[in-house]
């Protein structure tokens, strides 16, 4: 079975500091896809980064940075210099393919406030 | 600004009541998808359409009753519900392959009193 672990239920973090979430997962399939999403308050799942299994390349966007490791079944999101407008709750997936359409497996979320 | 919109942001009906969630997307995708989301938890998938045919219900009662009426539009039908209903009810829509990101809508925050 297909599962998602985040660890980290809450982290609390003063403006400008580095903050690394984890997300550690679990699947039998050979190709996989793994996603990160950020809800802020509003509600509205935003998508933020897709990897495939054979890409462990990392990859950095801004002051955001994924580190794809899958000696360890980790796909960690690290936030550089925080800023209060990145608090929001952030979610880890994994794709579990279904014909003509995805399943994502969720992982309980990490709730991030940056405070100023 | 979200490109899958949803109707209404809020809605509070009673036990009783028949009320129904929309849902519309103009991205071109095949898949979409409705989901529940209770207060600190993660979303819980309730029904995928995949080309307008429901590939997937996820066990969910009878009371909740989805309909894709083109590509585009995706509702869900709601009709006595109980309190533990209330909740977040999130739409995605999402290419039809495997690994495509799911786009989500900013979701109907739904009260059963």
């Known amino acids: 079975a297909q599962k998602v672990t985040q660890a980290q239920t809450e982290i609390s973090v003063v403006e400008k500091e580095d903050v690394t979430l984890d997300c550690v997962y679990e699947t039998r399939d050979t190709t996989y896809y793994l996603f990160w999403y950020k809800q802020p308050p509003s509600g509205e799942l935003v998508f933020l980064i897709r990897r495939n299994s054979f890409d462990e390349q990392n990859e950095i966007s801004g002051r955001y940075s994924w580190n794809f490791q899958k000696s360890t079944s980790s796909f960690n999101f690290t936030i550089t210099a925080s800023q209060v407008v990145d608090s929001a709750v952030y979610f880890c997936a994994l794709s579990e393919g279904i014909q003509g359409a995805q399943k994502l497996v969720f992982g309980q979320g990490t709730r991030l406030t940056i405070n100023p | 600004d979200t490109e899958v919109t949803q109707t209404p942001k809020h809605l509070v009906m009673g036990m009783t009541n028949k009320k129904s969630l929309k849902c519309e997307q103009h991205?071109?995708?095949?898949?979409m998808y409705w989901y529940k989301q209770k207060a600190k938890k993660p979303p819980e998938l309730m029904f995928v359409y995949s080309y307008e045919k429901l590939s997937i219900n996820e066990s969910v009662p009878s009371r909740f009753s989805p309909e894709c009426p083109n590509s585009s539009l995706l509702n869900l039908h709601l009709h006595a519900l109980q309190p533990e209903d209330s909740a977040l009810y999130l739409c995605?829509?999402?290419?039809?392959?495997?690994?495509?990101?799911?786009?989500f809508g900013n979701g109907t925050r739904l009260t059963v009193t």
């Open positions: 995605a829509s999402s290419q039809g392959q495997r690994g495509s990101p799911l786009h």
């Open positions: 991205m071109g995708h095949r898949a």
